[in-house]
Structure formats: structure tokens, C-alpha cells
């Protein structure tokens, strides 16, 4: 009786530690036109509480975050919360028309969730047309108090977001290419931390610059912020070492170069351990697209400029000139597929899950770019994109999430395929212009899965219009990253390759340029999900789809009731 009596009172005490270590975090967010100047230019730019990026948002995990957003700007607006599970939150998740409807100018909405079972770096960003290109900033999840990071504390923690910049209206720079059907026109300049760097015009005082004392180690919270570019990013003279990835630990890997898609995090530590002087740090375009088919004359084009900021050392002398890294060539793909399939998780680390082992959904889905009928646009035609041929469209009238509560039928259909309606060669260049296979109707179709369900998909780029990489993002959840390769994927030698005990654990996959990727997650969470590529340049074109999670049989894996304050359409 007594051994049972001390058990309940540890149990009664950790359960008030956990409590008590858990705050409430609220912030304001005052969505509004700014005026920024940029590149020898002044813009109107739609920006958070005055800056760009906007405020950097700090919790711990258990904290519950509230956040009451005032949109002040001309424009319909949500915020995305990228990569929190928002458990039993679904409401809060952001995404225009898939949640929730959208903002408009002069109205308010109050995003509130938990950050539970996760800790390091996420972001939030709009989640409406382009204007996450300034809307944007970091959400830093740390351990509870009490709890370390399993690795050595740092000396400080750094935020470092890259970025896009536009000598334009970005939501201008959208409706052009959507109104004469072609891609939107490449950015200006990339930024770290919202500056672009001294090799842009006009810009030699507008460069980040990171003070460090030698000997001390830093945490580099690395968010790639950008719309439309995967990044190499390198700082002079000076190795890396990635902690964790997707607010994910990992096994620490030592690296001189990191490679992000739009979307990713990653955060590394580095020590400052070189000569005491100034360095610089660097950003540049992983074009991974292929080359041309016969049909296109050249390439994609893409911005393909070098944002920098300095990393400077106490007692270095001004005139010093700062050291410049090499960056990798821009269709360096050896380089980024190192670096993607080299990172492992931490098993057994904080917040840990293993690999679930049964499977009760198997999906085969490609992804990849086509065409879809526009008689209004330039040549008949416009760029589309689309998950095993179906493209994407977001619905006009009510939100996916409203939809699924509400049991309102016609807004989504439950017929999304799990294999392709058409098996070819998909990595074949033959195939780029086959017009049998470039058409990609228009649709919003989901796929349904059971609560608690697990599911194994397989994500197989193909060389419609020509490879690319594609970073796809799923809401809601992390999956694991079990093998990665390239060409077709082969379902009888492949599957020796999947990694089952450590396995990367994210939320973004970067599915190889003409190759696949499989991944595996439990439907643990009731709602509708986004999936789509975080290219923003492909998704309006409806390289997406989403999850319906059914409500699991108690309260506690029931969808709750939406906000009283939720927006209508």
C-alpha cells in the first residue's frame, strides 16, 4: 500500500512539473502595407507588425500559442504554422480553403494550438497567393524547462531565414502568369533576414552580419523562407553541424554545405574555432531541373544570384577583406542528394518515434508538371502540375475542414487514387512531350484514411515537361524518410534499401530530380490535410492534394468544434 501510495504521488508530481512547466504565449499580429526599399527601389510590401521577416515567435514545448491576427491589408489573407502537428487543432492549421476560409481586409482571426510532442525549429508564413514571400518569420520551439537539448547548449541561438525578393508586387507577379498561363517571372534578389547582401545593387549596407567570439559555439536555426528555390548555403572556412532538421533531432553530421528546400529547416551548430577575422556567409540557387526537352529551346530560368551576410569576429580588424566560400554549382545534384539521404534521426532521442511497421495503406503517386486547357491564355494552354494526374483546386465556397465537420457534400470528393490512372516510364525524357499523358485535370479530390491508420507512399517524380526536384510538404504530421533514389522506382529492390531503425523524421521531403522518395506516418490526428509542393510556382498550378483523417472513437481523437471567430467564405 505504501509503494503504491509513493508511485501515485511521483506520478501527482511529475503530472504538476508538467503543468507548470507550461505557459501561455500570446501575440498580436498587425497585417499591414510597409514600405521597404530594396535594390535601388522603394516597394509596398505586405508585411507583419512592421518587419520583414516578421516577429520571431519563442515557446516551449507544452506551451499553448495565441496568436489574434488583425489583417489591415488590401488583400485575403491565413497564416500557416508550418510544421506544428496541431494536435486536435486542425482549425488553426492556416491554409486558405483547406481550413479554414481566408481573412479579409478588415477582418480578425484568433489562431490558438498547443506545441506538443516536438521541439526545435518551425516557421509560420501566409498561407494565401505569393504574400508569403513577406509574410513570413520563425517559430522556435525549445525543450521544456528543465529539459536539455541533447546535444551541447550552444552560446546563443541565431535565426537565419532566406528568402525571395521581388522589384514587384508579388501578388501582381501571381496574377500575370495565372492571367496569360505562364510561370511568374523569377525573383529579384534572395535575402538573409530579409537583406539581400552587398552584391546586389544599392545594397552594400544592407547585408545581415552575425558577431561571434572565437571559441564559442552558436545555433543556427536555418529556415529556407524562399518561394520558388531550394538553396545551397555555406559560410566561409567553417564546417557545420546539423542537430536537427523539420524541428526534428538527428544524429549530429558534420557538413560544409547545406541544402534546403523551400519549406525546410535545418539547424546546425558552429563553432567558432578559425582565425580570428570575417567570413562570409552565402546563399545561392539549387537549380535542380534538367535539362530542356527537345521541344523547349533552354532550360527553366531561375534567379540565379548570391545573396551573402558576414560572420564576424570580435577583435577582427575593419579592413580586413571577409574570405568568400565556393558555393556548389547550381545543378550540383551529387551535392544535394549527400546531403538530403546522409542526415539520420535520433532514435531514442526527445520526442522519438519509431518506425511504425504495419501498414494498412500503400500509395504509389507521382508528381510532376503538365498542362491544363485555358482558352483565355496566351497559347490555349497553361502550366499545370498535379499528383497521379489529378491537379489540384481549391474549393470556392466552404473549406475542406467545414466540409468534413459539417458533413456538407460537393465541396471535395473522396477519390483520390492510390496508384496512377496511367503506368509509363515515368523518368523517361522520351515522355516529356507525350501528349497522351500531359493533360492533368482539374479536381478536388482527397484521399480518405481511417484514424490511426499507417501509410506507405511512394513519391515518384516524373519527366513530363522535364525533372525536377520537388519539396512536398504534409500538414499535420512529420513522416519518416525510409530510402531515397533516382529513375523509376523498383518495388522489388528498393524496399532493401529503407532504413527502419533511424530513419530522417520531417515534415518536407525533397523528392529527387527524375527519382522517388517513400515515406510512412500514422494518421494519429483527425482533420483535413494539405499536401502539396512548397514551390509556390507549382502550386497554384495544383500540384497538391489532402487527407481526410476520420475522427477515431473516443473524445480525446475527436475533431473539436471550430472557433465561435472562424472567418466564412
Known sequence: MLRLLFLLTCALALLASSVASAAIVEHSFYVQNLTVRRLCSEQVVTAVNGSM???????????????????????????????????????????????????????????????????????????????????????????????????????????????????????????????????????????????????????????????????KTYLLRIINAALNNQLFFKIANHNMTVVAVDAGYTVPYVTDVVVTGPGQTVDVLLAADQEVGSYFMAANAYASAGPAPPAFPTPPPFDNTTTRGIVVYEGAPTSATPIMPLLPAFTDNPTAHKFFTSITGLAGGPHWVPVPRQIDEHMFVTVGLGISICPTCLNGTRPSASMNNFSFERPSSLSMLQAFFFNVSGIYTPDFPDTPPVKFDYTNVINAVNPSLLITPKSTSVKVLKYNATVEMVLQNTALLGVENHPIHLHGFNFHVLAQGFGNYDPVNDPKKFNLINPLSRNTINVPVGGWGVIRFTANNPGVWFFHCHLDAHLPFGLATAFVVENGPTPESTLPPPPVDLPQC
Open 53 to 215: 521577416p516578421g516577429p520571431t515567435l519563442r515557446v516551449r514545448e507544452g506551451d499553448t500559442l495565441i496568436v489574434h491576427v488583425f489583417n489591415k491589408s488590401p488583400y485575403n489573407l491565413s497564416i500557416h504554422w508550418h510544421g506544428v502537428f496541431q494536435l486536435l487543432s486542425a482549425w488553426a492549421d492556416g491554409p486558405s480553403m483547406v481550413t479554414q476560409c481566408p481573412i479579409p481586409p478588415g477582418g480578425k482571426y484568433t489562431y490558438k494550438f498547443e506545441l506538443l510532442q516536438q521541439e526545435g525549429t518551425l516557421w509560420w508564413h501566409a498561407h494565401v497567393s505569393f504574400l508569403r514571400a513577406t509574410v513570413y518569420g520563425a517559430l522556435i520551439i525549445r525543450p521544456r524547462s528543465g529539459h536539455p537539448y541533447p546535444f551541447p547548449k550552444p552560446h546563443r541561438e541565431v535565426p537565419i531565414l532566406l528568402g525571395e525578393w521581388w522589384n514587384a508586387n508579388v501578388v501582381d507577379v501571381e496574377n500575370q502568369a495565372e492571367a496569360i498561363g505562364a510561370p511568374p517571372n523569377i525573383s529579384d534578389a534572395y535575402t538573409i533576414n530579409g537583406l539581400p547582401g552587398d552584391l546586389y545593387k544599392c545594397s552594400q549596407n544592407r547585408m545581415y552580419k552575425l558577431k561571434v567570439q572565437k571559441g
